[in-house]
Structures are given as C-alpha cells and as structure tokens.
C-alpha cells in the first residue's frame, strides 16, 4: 500500500468522498462468524469459572495472596481497560469542550467503547469484591467514606457507566428504532427532545466524573506508600492517571476506527485521523515530560539504572509510549495510516504497562512476595473482554456507530431494497426507503 | 429585567470558583488530616527485650476470639507462619546470620491514632472507635475490596482466601473481653510480662521510665507508636532496630495525612467539583447549540437525518 499511500500524499487535502460525514451501521456482514462464536465461548467460560468463583472464594480461582491483594481482575481489567475506554472522556472533550469539531465524527466510537470497558470492568470488580451484597451501601450517602480513594472509584465509577455513559449511547439506538418503525417516530422523537434539553448536564457529568475517578485510581496506590517503587510512587500519580487515561483512549478510540475500516474497507478520513493523532502526540509528550521531570525532582531517576526489573518495565514504558508519539508525529503529514496504527498501538501499550505497574509490577510488599494470575483468574477476565468486543461487534453491526463517507449511507439503502426487499412489508420504510429524503418523512405533507 | 439561566450559571461558576479554590487551597488543615487522641485510648505495650517467645499470646489469642488453631504447617501444633484469616496476633523470630542480637516479635493490630485502612476503606467497615481508639471491623459494611491490606504500613488485615462469605481478619484488642472488664487474651496470659494491657497515656509513661531506668538497652532509645505514623496505640520497645521487626520507618505525619492531603482537599465539600460541573455545563450548552445547527444545516443539504 505504500507506493499508493505516497502517491495519495501529495494531494494535501483528502478527496471529498473520502471524508466521514456520517455513522453508518456495518451491513452486509453476518453478526455470527467464526470469531464471534469464540468471543461467545471465552464468555461462557468465564461465567461458569464465575459461578464457581462466588462458591469457592478468591483463593482457589486466583493467584492472589496476602501480600497481592489485588489481582488482574482489579489492577487489569478495571485500572488499565477503562483507561482504554475513557474516549468518551478524553475524546468528548477535545470535541465539545475545546472545539475540535473533526473529531465529533469519533464520538459514537469513543462512547461505545468507553460503555463496554465500564460495563465489563464494573462487573468484573463486582465478582473481584469479596463480599459483593454489600454494595448496597452505595444508596446511603452518609455511609460513604467521602475520603477514600476507593469509595471515590467505586462510587463515581458505577454512577458515571449507569447514568452519563448509558444515556450518551442512546441516540444511536434511537436512530434504530426512528428507522425501524414508522409508528415509532412520534414518540422516539419526543424522547429525542427531551435527552437534547438535558444533554449539557449529562455531558457535563460524562466529563467531571471520569476525571475524578480515573485521578482516584492513581490516588489509590497513594496510600500504599514505599510499597510501590519510587519511579512510579509520587504525589502526581492521580495526574498522570488520568493523563495517561487520555491518550491511551485517543489511541483506542482511534486505532480501533482505523482497525473497523481495515476490516470492512471503508474510507478513512485522514483530516479527522491526522487531527487525533496530533492531539494524542502532545497529550503523549505532555504526560511523558511531567513524569520524567517528577522523576527528577523526586530524585528517583538513579533506579531507571538499577539492573531489575523495575528498571526494565520502566523503560519499556517509556520507549513504547515515546516511540508511539514519535510514530504519530511522522504519520501525520505523510499520510502513513500503517504508522499511525502501529504509534497507537504502541503509544496505548505503553500507557497500559504504566497503568498497571503501580500496583502489579512495581508493587513490592515484601522481598518473599510473588504474584502471578492463576489460568482461571486469566480465563475469567479474557471472557469479560471478550464480552465486551462481542458487545461491540453486534452494536457496530446493528446500529449507526462507525464513521463513513455519506455514499456508504446511500449503497446501504440500496442494499437492504434490493437484497431485502421483504424488509418493506414490516413497515419499516413507510414513508420512503432511507438513503432517500428522509425530511420528508418527518413532514410528510 | 429578570437574569437568565445563562447568566445565573456564569455569575455561580464565577463566585463559586473562587470560594471553591479558596476551600480548597486556603484552608490550614482539614478535620481528616488532625488526629485527635481518643479520650479513653487503650493499648497494648510489647517489651521484645523481656519476650521468651513462648507463644502463650498466640494460643490465649485465638482461645478468646473462639478461632481454630492454625494447624496448617504440620498438621499438629498450632504454629502460624504468619497473621492469616485464622491468626490475630503471631510471635515471630528475628534471627540474623551476622551474629547481632536475635529477637522476638509479637505482631497485631497497631491501633493507629490515624488508621491509613479506615481511611480507605469504603464504607466505613474499617472504624475507629472514639473513645477506646480499638480500630475494628465491621461485617455488614465490607465489601471484600481488601484495600485496606494493601495500604496498612504494618501490613495488619488478612483477608480470607477460601469460602464465598470471607472475612475480614484483625486484632481488635479482644474488645469484647474488654466489655466485660477483662484483658485481652494475649495480656492475660503473658508469662514475663513483655506485653502488657493499659490506657495509652499509663502505658507511654510506663516505657519512657523503662527507657530512663536502661539506658543503652534499647535501639533508637525511643517507643515505637508514640509518635510513628501519626502516634499509635500499640506501643514496642526493642533491642534491635525496629525496621528489622517489620515497624516501617514512617516519620511523625500519619500515612493518610501525608498522602492523601491533596485528594481530600480537592473533594473537601465537593465544593471544586461543583464548580468544574457549572463550569461545564456552560461550555456545552454553547458547544451543543452550535453543533446542533450544523447538524440540522447537514440534513437540510443531504436529505438525511441528523446525527447528534
């Protein structure tokens, strides 16, 4: 691809029908493959290996001990994927606080995925607690301990993904039932106006409660003290959670539409795409330059040298997340989508070593202790994550969620009238097919 | 003419913001960070240089907390390695290989003026009381998230690994013994009287005298917990470094205070929140008004609904 890519360089702007005008649902492609039917397997692994977990404990089913109380289902699939799956956040306000209106195109990605690594990362922290019915408390307030870090997760958390997150994703299943059935128009546009009325107070909240509780995460290990290893244990560590959070989101938002193009060969915007990258790069170079100057200050940076692994993992961090920026920099003018997959690849991977090292591999209870997931531990959190690409897999399939140029909006009216014309006898285009004018069927005299 | 909405957000994000930050930064020290003394604090104080490591304590502690004998090395003698889900207090060994005094350790709760795992815990499982200061635990509240094993300096709660009820597992000065006007089990029992049961203020006064009667008998020549980690109501008096018997050095501020100052101040009357949330709000609805026209401009041109 790249004579083709170096060739369609020299164009400075990006053809008109490349650009992304409107979400399209992916058609045309069956929802149950191959792949999907073992996303659907790991699922069901991991609910059995659940059920069986609540029976026997954490002890049997998992490599945890008293010197790690913690395992992956905590410091992996909470700490490090909803880090992934802060786009809404991150995305959301580079594109309604600051104004990057290209990126506005993203946003029903960066919601769709920051739902699912919430959902799946909230249930997961369910089965991970202990003593689960006693979560009841979170109704009453005054019972809070309105000064841990954890009570600010888990409180702030579980609101944000029931309430702000949950009612963002709506519009686009509105959408689907606006075009599902004529008789349903009234009353879905009617709930359309009203989530339009609040939408500046949701939104508001999608914003304000992710970056309390992804600052919280970091502040969690605050109290763990020297346990953690002076690189990563610092009084910034709630700042660079969440900075980390940011940019590992833009590239997961990012790379994931660039993946979904690749796969079902749809155009990419490379205005939009060059327009993330940019602002990931400095969010990468900001992150990067506050931890190494913290470092410094701190008086750490003579353990980057030690010969151990804490030495290691920090470099691997450093240079994956950097070596990420610097491909992102170098993709954005040349145009180069294979670099620019492979710096958000590299860049997020970066982030998720940092994200869990605090409290996995730089974390040091004691000289003896040791952990290491346990196949079940394993097995349960890579079927929650499979949930959640399932999840993602038929909602891309079945509503308007990724970004495409309008005639792939027209070629699926053509689709669905020619191939499924039966669909017209359901009433599901009575005033009209869509891809035609659809004002018209708002105002049908 | 009356104020708008607008305007009534704008002047509320402008004032608020101000005594928002003012809260925030300006405030000297918050009611979390003062560590009161509770009023009747009770404690233990452990002599290491009079323990035979006899072990009475372990077995007197877990007779009156009605748990079974930790079994588990030989399947014959109660010999907990360490605290566990069974094991409230355990006598350990220090036993270096340079040839420097060896010693005995009696390892339980701290009773931390300051607890750092009441300060994370959630739900207040994890609670001082106000007048005894016996940090304990409380069934109905924890959820199991065993935070607070992760932030004890003395490493202290022991979660239980087996079973789909776990508990949570820590001395709590055997207060229940306490109510009916009896010592706590390892007090009761202890041969030489190298732990010893008393309010905090007798029990400081009682090792300063030991420290003054000896001098050079004891490292540091200091009481560990008068001060440490914010003060604690465990006290210990040692002969060999306390670092070597697992008591951090920690520095005279309590762990939470320490690390949690900025956090606390951010959320102190979720008043800077507040702020940011008008704030934001504001922004949006003028970002939202100016995307929403696009939109409808977009489905004017193309014919097709707009996507918000």
């Keep these: 691809m790249s004579t083709e890519a170096r060739t369609m360089d020299t164009s400075a702007s990006v053809r008109p029908e490349q650009r992304w005008e409107r979400a399209v649902p992916v058609y045309g492609f069956p929802i149950v493959t191959p792949f999907f039917l073992c996303l659907v397997v790991l699922t069901m692994i991991a609910l059995v290996l659940t059920a069986y977990r609540e029976l026997a404990g954490l002890g049997p089913v998992s490599g945890m001990n008293d010197a790690y109380g913690w395992g992956i289902w905590k410091t992996f699939n909470v700490m490090v994927m909803t880090a992934l799956g802060s786009g809404a956040f991150a995305v959301g306000i580079a594109a309604w606080v600051f104004r990057r209106k290209k990126l506005h195109s993203l946003m029903r990605m960066a919601l769709l995925t920051s739902f699912l690594a919430y959902a799946c990362g909230l249930l997961l922290l369910g089965i991970d607690a202990g003593r689960p019915w006693n979560f009841y408390w979170i109704v009453f307030p005054w019972k809070w301990n309105m000064h841990s870090p954890l009570a600010e997760v888990a409180i702030c958390m579980s609101i944000y993904a029931m309430i702000p997150l949950a009612v963002e994703n709506l519009p686009p299943l509105l959408e689907r039932l606006w075009y599902f059935d004529s008789r349903l128009r009234p009353s879905v546009e009617k709930i359309e106006r009203r989530l339009h009325s609040v939408f500046p107070w949701v939104i508001a909240a999608a914003y304000l409660l992710p970056g309390m509780h992804q600052s919280s995460l970091g502040a969690l290990m605050l109290l763990a003290g020297e346990r953690v290893h002076p690189l990563w244990q610092t009084p910034f560590l709630p700042v660079l959670y969440l900075g980390a959070a940011t940019f590992m989101s833009f590239g997961c938002v990012a790379g994931t539409t660039m993946l979904c193009c690749l796969i079902w060969k749809r155009a990419m915007d490379m205005e939009v795409l060059d327009d993330a990258a940019e602002i990931t790069q400095w969010l990468i170079f900001g992150w990067a330059g506050l931890r190494i100057v913290d470092i410094l200050f701190r008086g750490a940076f003579g353990t980057a040298f030690a010969f151990d692994r804490f030495a290691a993992v920090f470099w691997l961090e450093m240079l994956t997340t950097l070596g990420g920026a610097v491909l992102l920099r170098r993709s954005i003018s040349t145009h180069e989508t294979d670099k620019m997959f492979l710096g958000y690849i590299l860049s997020s991977v970066g982030g998720m070593v940092y994200r869990f090292s605090p409290t996995t591999l730089a974390f040091r209870p004691n000289p003896q202790a040791l952990y290491f997931p346990a196949t079940i531990e394993v097995l349960v959190s890579l079927g929650f994550i499979a949930l959640g690409v399932a999840g993602f897999l038929v909602a891309v399939k079945r509503l308007a969620i990724l970004p495409a140029p309008l005639y792939v909006w027209h070629d699926m009216a053509s689709y669905f009238r020619f191939r499924r014309p039966y669909i017209r006898w359901t009433g599901y285009f009575k005033y009209g097919h869509f891809g035609e004018d659809e004002t018209l069927a708002n105002n049908p005299d | ?308």
């Design chain 2, 1 to 308: 003419m009356a104020i708008t909405r607008r305007e009534l957000i704008t002047t509320i994000a402008k004032t608020g913001g101000t005594a928002a930050v003012a809260v925030t930064v300006g405030t000297q020290a918050l009611h979390a960070e003062t560590v009161p003394i509770p009023s009747a604090a009770v404690g233990l104080l452990y002599d290491a240089t009079i323990c035979i490591g006899c072990k009475a304590c372990v077995a007197a502690c877990a007779e009156a907390n009605d748990t079974p004998p930790d079994t588990r090395v030989d399947g014959l003698h109660q010999s907990p390695t360490d605290l566990n889900e069974l094991t409230r207090n355990v006598i350990k060994l220090y036993k270096p290989t340079d040839g420097t005094p060896a010693s005995f350790v009696k390892r339980q709760c701290m009773h931390c003026l300051d607890p750092a795992c009441a300060a994370g815990c959630p739900f207040q499982a994890l609670s001082k009381d106000p007048q005894s200061g016996i940090v304990t635990w409380t069934a109905d509240k924890c959820i199991g998230c065993r935070y607070c094993t992760i932030t004890c300096p003395y490493h202290i709660p022991r979660f239980q690994w087996q079973g789909y009820n776990p508990r949570v597992t820590k001395c709590e000065l055997c207060n229940h013994r306490l109510e009916k006007g009896l010592k706590p089990g390892c007090t009761s029992v202890c041969p030489t009287g190298a732990v010893i049961f008393g309010p905090r203020t007798v029990l400081l006064t009682e090792a300063k005298r030991r420290l003054k009667e000896n001098p050079g008998r004891y490292a540091e020549n200091k009481v560990y917990g008068e001060t440490d980690n914010g003060g604690t109501q465990s006290l210990y008096l040692s002969h060999v470094p306390f670092e070597k018997l697992g008591l951090p050095e920690l520095g005279e501020e309590s762990v939470p205070a320490r690390t949690l100052r900025w956090q606390r101040r951010f959320y102190q009357y979720f008043a800077l929140p507040a702020v940011l949330y008008i704030g934001l709000v504001q922004i949006i609805r003028n970002s939202l008004k100016g995307h929403e026209e696009e939109a409808h401009e977009r489905e004017r041109q193309t014919g097709l609904r707009a996507q918000l």
